[in-house]
């Protein structure tokens, strides 16, 4: 497979006038005109990391809507019902904080699973003013068509060109990043400070916020 890189040439080897005495700090470059950009080897980390995140993502999502007709977030609303919620219910505002996206964003999303009668919704128990979500028979069919295919396209398109060695390194530096940005929120200094995850554990995966606490059983 060929691979794309992110390169700043103009940061590696100076090819004007303006950036030929440059200097270098902390992984910045400054021009003589006051100008800044990433060295080569930091734009490529970024600018790698972002663009096959984003890839991958726009690749699952094509696959899971051309094969299946739900994209890749519906699959997660699925997967957070059928796998992690107990009896297949969540209430919305778990729902929210699970979720990566927006609360109007969820909302849409529930609604559309709704329409299709994939998931319903119903005053919440505990909180006649919130909302539980529950997933159908119908939603159970299609997530379990779904997963085997979302499956395979991860090993194909992810980690098939990864060692597992690389995985897990994977997994430990895009941890570190997540919980620094928690830290950074207020939200996660304790997670941080605590050292690598043991990802055999359901807990460590709270930390990605998108994945909920304990599968159920």
Sequence with gaps: MQ????TLSVARTPGSAKTAHSSVRKGVVIRPDGLK???AERAAAFLGLLRAAETLARE?????????GIGLREFEVLLFLAVFASDGRLRMVDLNEWS???????????????????VTRSPSGDDRRGV????????????SQAQEDHLAALERRLFAHLTAE?????ADLTGRILDAQAAAMGAGGAAAA????????PDSWQRFRSWPLRPRR
């Design 194 to 201: 605590a050292g690598p995850p043991d990802y055999s554990s």
């Design 3 to 6: 691979r794309t890189r992110y």
């Design 37 to 39: 950009l990433m060295t």
């Design 166 to 170: 690389e995985v897990r390194q994977l």
């Design 60 to 68: 699952l999502d094509a696959e899971l809507q051309g094969d299946h």
């Design 132 to 143: 539980e979500v529950a997933i159908t028979t119908k939603g159970i069919e299609k997530f």
């Design 100 to 118: 990566p996206l927006s609360q109007s964003r969820v909302s849409r999303l529930v609604a559309e699973l709704e329409a299709r009668h994939l």
